[in-house]
């Protein structure tokens, strides 16, 4: 049965660091998505994407955080310059369609911990 | 997108019939009504959804009143594993970015 990979499972770093976290959605979808959930709180929309195109970002996604295709078969999120705040597990989601009745398919995450 | 109300824990008995209740009653005709459950800090698992019938498959059964205004997802052998939070979401069927709201959910523990 197809997965949403996610790489790597943990990463750890110090505070004001790049990280790029990767995702490999499963082949014939075309929606993707970030989610993160801090240690006991809720899962959070990050973005969406489409067409090489955040379709909605959240409050959240602000500049530090970017999304891109880089090929045919890769999801990526960058942290430019990390915060002790950023640390938590993200989440990486992809569906064939946006609408209601498509379902999204998540990874199993990947831990980030500023230090 | 609709918001949605659920019992914040429940227990169930291994073998048994696990019943978790959701409130949508702001839903509207086109919105969806999904089910994921998330075991510890594992990736959240796609269960279920419907739109007006009830749905059945190899996980679980989902049933949704005649009103929509409220569904009920039943696992009908629950076992240890079974043990997660377990979210309800709505979802418009004309949603231009799939977001997923998640709240706090319903914590189901499966006691042996």
């Known amino acids: 049965e197809p997965e949403v990979t996610q790489t790597p499972s943990h990463q750890v770093t110090q505070m004001g660091q790049e990280v790029i976290l990767r995702c490999v959605p499963i082949?014939?979808?075309?929606?993707f998505y970030w989610y993160r959930q801090i240690l006991g709180q809720k899962v959070e929309f990050l973005v969406s994407?489409?067409?090489?195109?955040?379709?909605?970002k959240s409050e959240i996604f602000d500049d530090q955080f970017s999304v891109e295709r880089p090929d045919g078969s890769n999801f990526t999120l960058k942290i430019r310059s990390t915060k002790l705040e950023d640390s938590a597990m993200y989440f990486c989601?992809?569906?064939?369609?946006?609408?209601?009745?498509?379902?999204?398919?998540f990874g199993p995450g990947t831990r980030l911990t500023v230090l | 997108d609709a918001k949605t109300t659920q019992p914040p824990s429940m227990d169930c008995a291994e073998g048994r019939a696990a019943n978790l209740p959701c409130n949508h009653s702001?839903?509207?005709?086109?919105?969806?009504v999904y089910w994921y459950r998330q075991i510890h800090s594992q990736g959240p698992q796609y269960i279920i959804h419907?739109?007006?019938n009830n749905e059945t498959n190899e996980m679980a059964s989902l049933i949704i009143t005649e009103d929509r205004k409220s569904s009920t997802l039943i696992l009908p052998h629950a076992t240890l594993r079974d043990t997660a939070v377990y979210y309800c979401?709505?979802?418009?069927?004309?949603?231009?970015?799939?977001?997923?709201?998640f709240g706090q959910g319903t914590t189901l523990q499966v006691k042996p």
């Open positions: 419907g739109l007006k």
């Open positions: 082949s014939n979808h075309l929606y």
């Open positions: 702001t839903i509207s005709g086109n919105e969806y």
């Open positions: 979401i709505a979802l418009r069927g004309s949603s231009n970015t799939g977001k997923l709201i």
């Open positions: 994407f489409y067409n090489n195109e955040i379709s909605e």
């Open positions: 989601a992809s569906s064939v369609q946006l609408a209601g009745g498509s379902t999204q398919y």
